[in-house]
């Protein structure tokens, strides 16, 4: 079992930033990919940007070049840097942990941080 703590929600005007951070515990030693995930109301849940292992990222068109997602592989965190936010930005974000353990996959959720973009 792996738990995932967010922190970093807010509210910022239009234009701002914010970084949102995630740590893991337990059984961290079969972390694979790390990634933040985001839903907004009425709308579906959706990737905004995923990180394995290696060090190896990718993102949703609509944040490439605003967001950047790193991870501590020491710590087992994974942080997204949120830049020249968009009130289409405003979601609540949520931390997703996968693990491979003895050829099986599992997914883990954070509980969610409100992010508020005003404009």
């Known amino acids: 079992q792996v738990q995932l703590v967010e922190s970093g929600g807010g509210l910022v005007q239009a234009g701002g930033s914010l970084r949102l951070s995630c740590a893991a515990s337990g059984s961290t030693r079969s972390l694979n990919s790390m990634a933040w995930h985001r839903q907004a109301a009425g709308k579906q849940r959706e990737l905004v940007a995923a990180?394995?292992?290696?060090?190896?990222?990718n993102y949703a068109d609509s944040v490439k070049g605003r967001f950047t997602i790193s991870r501590d592989g020491v710590y087992n965190t994974v942080s997204l840097q949120m830049n020249r936010l968009k009130p289409e930005d405003t979601a609540v974000y949520y931390c997703?942990?996968?693990?491979?353990?003895?050829?099986?996959?599992?997914?883990?959720w954070g509980q969610g941080t409100q992010v508020t973009v005003s404009s």
């Open positions: 997703n942990a996968r693990t491979v353990r003895f050829g099986l996959t599992s997914n883990y």
């Open positions: 990180i394995s292992s290696g060090g190896s990222t």
